[in-house]
Nanobody
Framework: QVRLVESGGGLVHTGGSLRLSCATAGLTFTSYTMGWFRQTPGKDIEFVASITSSGGSSTYGDSVKGRFNISRDNAKNTVYLQMNTLKPEDTGVYYC?????????????WGQGTQVAVSS
């Protein structure tokens, strides 16, 4: 059974930083593309970032480019999201996602989410 468990959310002031972690189990981590999505108040779920199975390439949503960095530790089966220069509009629930590297399209595996709140 695939499990994705996020942690690291919390309350931070504008301009601050947070690091989210996503611990995984039940999958061959090195064969999975991993990513992050978020649900911000009043908006649809939004793509944040993704990283290839090897960690050699990453992609970011336009709203977070230059501020967020996704990384992974394949020895720890964990993916991270370093969030810098946070803004109030970054407030929301952040979800870790995963899919087999040979699959394209939707991510079938989602974590339960971790709340991020950025105060102005």
């Amino acid at each position: 059974q695939v499990r994705l468990v996020e942690s690291g959310g919390g309350l931070v002031h504008t301009g601050g930083s947070l690091r989210l972690s996503c611990a995984t189990a039940g999958l061959t981590f090195t064969s999975y593309t991993m990513g992050w999505f978020r649900q911000t108040p009043g908006k649809d779920i939004e793509f944040v970032a993704s990283i290839t199975s090897s960690g050699g390439s990453s992609t970011y949503g336009d709203s977070v480019k230059g501020r967020f960095n996704i990384s992974r530790d394949n020895a720890k089966n964990t993916v991270y999201l370093q969030m810098n220069t946070l803004k109030p509009e970054d407030t929301g629930v952040y979800y870790c996602v995963g899919r087999d590297k040979n699959v394209v399209g939707d991510y079938p595996y989602w974590g339960q989410g971790t709340q991020v709140a950025v105060s102005s």
